[in-house]
């Protein structure tokens, strides 16, 4: 239910919380924090709607609509509106950092967004330890072929992807991988920089994807692309990415294939178009096959940039005619018979031995499982992880946890050797406290979180290391000889925000014998990449799930506790915990972000500015991040941008990898690039010139799934009346439940709040992970 603010100026002595939707505000009665006068914008609010239809969402970020809307106001772009964020220069991988891999709403390439695919352009020690997290999963496929019956991956499949399937059971196995995959070469990594080198050579993974690094091209081949690109009447800029993508051959392949030019991050199908035009003219068509290849693929990359790893056929197929393919089933049909894509149906979806097509019937048509096509990337990390959860679902008891503490987890780790455990952030202390036990009974314990701010937020005495320093050796327990991680038990808090990817990875380094417990709040946004695995593992139930009865305490936790059932309750806030800020229009509502973050809650509540996050819905529009970090900039850090649009001093957003996101800040610049001072590096970050406008942007603001897995003494979160679009209750609640001890709401969608809150679940998301749990697993009970 709802209720009308009833909060006043944090600066006011008897300030009171409400952190319900109001009706129209108005200013006289309404003034929460600032004690200032708010100028209103005399510009009227941009609608969403326009947003939602074409820009991309940010960093794959599902429940922020127009991630990408430079050119159009997205709802998500206004509601993205951050202020000044930064918990003491505290950020955490920023799962929405994935979003320069969206093209603007506007159809050009957005270079300006950090992204899942545009970080991917550096030579970097991120890049490295992505490539060395792929050889650790070689040398791990050594210990699976020990097993001595492989589990089946439940879901069949069908032409290329049965093959491949095979051909990766083959290598498992010990044997020798069918012929049509035996030339496939092993995927160049960097060495691992703590694991020791295996015993005998790595067998080579087949069809394992490339690495996620760049490749480094001669200057040749650039200038090669660059030509081909020129006389397409493509950007010169796209050169490089382009032979980064497509290699030394990148010209040739580009001359004969112009829609190849739809793999390089943010080019999108008008312009690969218009660039095959230029090039093959009467020879080019809608139907031609190299087209209806490349859109199948780039739909199902910008699927995975919004979460799915696989999407059904028939959204394939709708999808390829609104973009004028004559024959959208036999495109398909086409790109499965060629590799760019692989399709799986249920074993009686398949056609007949003879291949005669069984008479149509209605009912049974009904009654079939959607087929789905997907990205052998997506498809070979699904089954990883759905076999490797499996196997330590199946581990036996172990006494040893009998006698550790809290008792009823400890149960369920003795009971098995994989266990989910769920609650809001006061819950994390029960994971915490059975590693801390399991340490004191002689056991290898080891506590992940998603982020450096988390990290420092559980305090140096848990000994804490964030995912990505676990898989990449920089940090953490050290692994044996076969390259698993030499624990007793693995504790992995903000499990939502693990990707199918990362997962598989982790998983497949868990050894035989030790605990996984999965632990995280389920109302949270998922990850920013591709999957849905805590959720999916949850809906799955093949291993004990264990639910805090820990609230979380205070004013936030019991608005946050509220807006996870779906009520948007009116909370008493005695100490301003929760302040309502009522807004008319989304320049008023920059203006009050500004005044809370630079005023307000530094002196009413003795915040300082950078222990404050601004979150907001998405980057564009007129309350987005964009324009929250330009007005934030201007008022804490004013400076001319001479180095690519940054000052020294200003905050920061560094998207080092897909994903994975460090706030910092800049510290000065040269001939080698922006230099940054990024939370937990000892050691300055260099960004080279190119890399800046791609991978770096103001961090005062940050989306709500940027500010996933991290939290801040206080946080402001802004609502414009454009925001309506994007809000969820996942949305919601991951964006309320940011502030440690203030939460302020900047208010301007009137009862659209309320009714996200009750109403529009988070989108879901197309997986397999769930089916293939459900085929290896055996359901367990609580």
Same mark, same amino acid.
């Given at each position: 239910?709802?209720?009308?603010?009833?909060?006043?100026?944090?600066?006011?002595?008897?300030?009171?919380?409400?952190?319900?939707?109001?009706?129209?505000?108005?200013?006289? =009665?309404?003034?929460?924090?600032? =004690?200032?006068?708010?100028?209103?914008?005399?510009?009227?609010?941009?609608?969403? %709607?326009?947003?939602?239809?074409?820009?991309?969402?940010?960093?794959?970020?599902?429940?922020?609509?127009?991630?990408?809307?430079?050119?159009?106001?997205?709802? /998500?772009?206004?509601?993205?509106?951050?202020?000044?964020?930064?918990?003491?220069?505290?950020?955490?991988?920023?799962?929405?950092?994935?979003?320069?891999?969206?093209?603007?709403?506007?159809?050009?390439?957005?270079?300006?967004?950090?992204?899942?695919?545009?970080?991917?352009?550096?030579?970097?020690?991120?890049?490295?330890?992505?490539?060395?997290?792929?050889?650790?999963?070689?040398?791990?496929?050594?210990?699976?072929?020990?097993?001595?019956? +492989?589990?089946?991956?439940?879901?069949?499949?069908?032409?290329?992807?049965?093959?491949?399937?095979?051909?990766?059971?083959?290598? *498992?196995?010990?044997?020798? +991988?069918?012929?049509?995959?035996?030339?496939?070469?092993?995927?160049?990594?960097?060495?691992?920089?703590?694991?020791?080198?295996?015993?005998?050579?790595?067998?080579?993974?087949?069809?394992?994807?490339?690495?996620?690094?760049?490749?480094?091209?001669?200057?040749?081949?650039?200038?090669?692309?660059?030509?081909?690109?020129?006389?397409?009447?493509?950007?010169?800029?796209?050169?490089?990415?382009?032979? *980064?993508?497509?290699?030394?051959?990148?010209?040739?392949?580009?001359?004969?294939?112009?829609?190849?030019?739809? =793999?390089?991050?943010?080019?999108?199908?008008?312009?690969?178009?218009?660039?095959?035009?230029?090039?093959?003219?009467?020879?080019?068509?809608?139907?031609?096959?190299?087209?209806? /290849?490349?859109?199948?693929? !780039?739909?199902?990359?910008?699927?995975?940039?919004?979460?799915?790893?696989?999407?059904?056929?028939?959204?394939?197929?709708?999808?390829?005619?609104?973009?004028?393919?004559?024959?959208?089933?036999?495109? $398909?049909?086409?790109?499965?018979?060629?590799?760019?894509?692989?399709?799986?149906?249920?074993?009686?979806?398949?056609?007949?031995?003879?291949?005669?097509?069984?008479?149509?019937?209605?009912?049974?048509?009904?009654?079939?499982?959607?087929?789905?096509?997907?990205?052998?990337?997506?498809?070979?990390?699904?089954?990883?992880?759905?076999?490797?959860?499996?196997?330590?679902?199946?581990?036996?008891?172990?006494?040893?946890?009998?006698?550790?503490? +809290?008792?009823?987890?400890?149960?369920?780790?003795?009971?098995?050797?994989?266990?989910?455990? =769920?609650?809001?952030?006061?819950?994390?202390?029960?994971?915490?406290?059975?590693?801390?036990?399991?340490?004191?009974?002689?056991?290898?314990?080891? $506590?992940?979180?998603?982020?450096?701010?988390?990290?420092?937020?559980?305090?140096?005495?848990?000994?804490?290391? %964030?995912?990505?320093?676990?898989?990449?050796?920089?940090?953490?327990?050290?692994?044996?000889?076969?390259?698993?991680?030499?624990?007793?038990?693995?504790?992995?808090?903000?499990?939502?925000?693990?990707?199918?990817?990362?997962?598989?990875?982790?998983?497949?380094?868990?050894?035989?014998?030790?605990?996984?417990?999965?632990?995280?709040?389920?109302?949270?946004?998922?990850?920013?990449?591709?999957?849905?695995?805590?959720?999916?593992?949850?809906?799955?139930?093949?291993?004990?799930?264990?639910?805090?009865?820990?609230?979380?305490?205070?004013?936030?936790? *019991?608005?946050?506790?509220?807006?996870?059932?779906?009520?948007?309750?009116?909370?008493?806030?005695?100490?301003?915990?929760?302040?309502?800020?009522?807004?008319?229009?989304?320049?008023?509502?920059?203006?009050?972000?500004?005044?809370?973050?630079?005023?307000?809650?530094?002196?009413?509540?003795?915040?300082?500015?950078?222990?404050?996050?601004?979150?907001?819905?998405?980057?564009?529009?007129?309350?987005?991040?964009?324009?929250?970090?330009?007005?934030?900039?201007?008022?804490?850090?004013?400076?001319?941008?001479?180095?690519?649009?940054?000052?020294?001093?200003?905050? $920061?957003?560094?998207?080092?990898?897909?994903?994975? %996101?460090?706030?910092?800040?800049?510290?000065?610049?040269?001939? *080698?690039?922006?230099?940054?001072?990024?939370?937990?590096?000892?050691?300055?970050?260099?960004?080279?010139?190119?890399?800046?406008?791609?991978?770096?942007?103001?961090? !005062?603001?940050?989306?709500?799934?940027? @500010?996933?897995?991290?939290? !801040?003494?206080?946080?402001?979160?802004?609502?414009?009346?454009? @925001?309506?679009?994007?809000?969820?209750?996942? !949305?919601?609640?991951?964006?309320?439940?940011?502030?440690?001890?203030?939460?302020?709401?900047?208010?301007?969608?009137?009862?659209?709040?309320?009714?996200?809150?009750?109403?529009?679940?988070?989108?879901?998301?197309? %997986?397999?992970?769930?089916?293939?749990?459900?085929?290896?697993?055996?359901?367990?009970?609580?």
């Amino acid at each position: 239910m709802t209720a009308h603010p009833r909060g006043e100026n944090p600066d006011s002595p008897a300030a009171e919380t409400a952190p319900a939707a109001p009706a129209r505000p108005e200013r006289e =009665t309404a003034g929460p924090v600032p =004690t200032a006068e708010a100028v209103p914008d005399t510009d009227a609010p941009e609608t969403e %709607t326009e947003a939602e239809t074409e820009a991309s969402t940010d960093a794959g970020a599902e429940g922020e609509t127009a991630v990408d809307a430079d050119a159009a106001p997205d709802a /998500d772009a206004a509601s993205d509106a951050e202020a000044d964020v930064h918990a003491e220069g505290e950020g955490a991988p920023d799962t929405d950092g994935a979003e320069g891999t969206e093209p603007g709403a506007d159809g050009k390439p957005d270079g300006g967004e950090p992204g899942a695919e545009g970080t991917g352009t550096e030579v970097s020690e991120a890049a490295a330890e992505l490539a060395a997290q792929r050889e650790l999963r070689e040398r791990i496929e050594r210990r699976k072929a020990e097993r001595a019956e +492989p589990i089946a991956s439940g879901t069949k499949l069908s032409g290329r992807a049965a093959d491949l399937l095979a051909a990766v059971r083959a290598v *498992e196995s010990g044997g020798k +991988p069918p012929a049509a995959f035996e030339a496939s070469p092993a995927p160049v990594a960097a060495p691992d920089r703590t694991a020791p080198p295996p015993a005998a050579p790595p067998r080579p993974r087949t069809g394992q994807p490339a690495p996620a690094g760049p490749r480094v091209v001669a200057p040749q081949a650039v200038a090669a692309a660059r030509a081909v690109l020129v006389e397409g009447g493509a950007p010169e800029a796209l050169a490089v990415r382009a032979a *980064e993508v497509l290699g030394e051959v990148a010209g040739e392949l580009l001359r004969e294939d112009p829609w190849r030019l739809l =793999t390089v991050p943010g080019v999108r199908p008008e312009q690969a178009d218009g660039f095959a035009r230029a090039l093959l003219g009467a020879e080019c068509g809608p139907g031609d096959p190299r087209r209806t /290849d490349a859109l199948v693929g !780039w739909l199902l990359e910008h699927a995975a940039l919004r979460g799915h790893t696989a999407l059904e056929e028939t959204a394939v197929r709708a999808a390829l005619a609104e973009r004028s393919v004559p024959d959208p089933e036999e495109a $398909v049909r086409h790109a499965v018979a060629e590799g760019a894509v692989l399709d799986f149906r249920d074993e009686e979806d398949e056609e007949e031995p003879d291949g005669e097509e069984p008479e149509p019937d209605a009912e049974a048509e009904a009654g079939k499982s959607p087929v789905l096509l997907g990205l052998d990337r997506y498809a070979l990390a699904e089954e990883s992880l759905a076999d490797g959860l499996a196997r330590l679902a199946r581990s036996g008891p172990d006494p040893r946890w009998a006698r550790a503490a +809290p008792p009823e987890l400890a149960r369920a780790v003795a009971a098995q050797g994989l266990v989910a455990h =769920t609650g809001g952030e006061a819950a994390r202390a029960e994971p915490v406290a059975l590693a801390r036990a399991a340490r004191d009974l002689g056991l290898r314990a080891a $506590v992940a979180v998603h982020s450096e701010n988390g990290r420092r937020g559980l305090g140096p005495e848990v000994g804490a290391v %964030t995912v990505a320093a676990l898989l990449s050796g920089a940090d953490g327990p050290g692994r044996d000889e076969e390259g698993a991680f030499a624990l007793d038990l693995l504790v992995v808090l903000d499990a939502p925000q693990l990707d199918v990817e990362a997962a598989a990875t982790l998983v497949e380094s868990v050894p035989d014998g030790c605990r996984l417990v999965l632990s995280g709040d389920p109302h949270v946004l998922p990850s920013a990449g591709a999957g849905r695995v805590f959720g999916d593992l949850l809906a799955a139930r093949v291993c004990p799930q264990v639910v805090s009865r820990t609230p979380d305490p205070g004013p936030i936790g *019991e608005l946050v506790s509220a807006v996870g059932v779906g009520e948007l309750l009116q909370v008493d806030a005695p100490g301003r915990e929760v302040v309502i800020v009522p807004v008319r229009d989304a320049g008023e509502a920059v203006h009050r972000a500004v005044q809370l973050v630079a005023d307000s809650v530094p002196r009413a509540l003795g915040v300082p500015v950078e222990q404050t996050q601004v979150i907001t819905v998405g980057h564009g529009g007129s309350a987005g991040t964009r324009a929250l970090n330009a007005a934030l900039k201007q008022r804490l850090n004013p400076g001319p941008g001479r180095f690519g649009g940054f000052d020294p001093g200003d905050r $920061v957003a560094y998207a080092e990898a897909p994903g994975r %996101t460090l706030q910092g800040r800049v510290v000065s610049a040269d001939a *080698e690039g922006l230099h940054l001072d990024c939370e937990g590096r000892p050691e300055r970050v260099v960004v080279p010139k190119d890399r800046v406008e791609s991978a770096v942007r103001h961090g !005062w603001a940050l989306t709500a799934h940027q @500010a996933a897995g991290m939290r !801040w003494p206080a946080a402001v979160v802004v609502l414009p009346g454009d @925001a309506v679009g994007g809000l969820s209750r996942a !949305w919601v609640y991951t964006a309320f439940s940011r502030g440690e001890r203030h939460l302020s709401v900047v208010h301007g969608v009137d009862q659209a709040l309320a009714r996200a809150v009750a109403e529009v679940p988070d989108q879901e998301r197309v %997986t397999r992970l769930r089916g293939l749990l459900e085929a290896v697993g055996e359901p367990v009970g609580r």
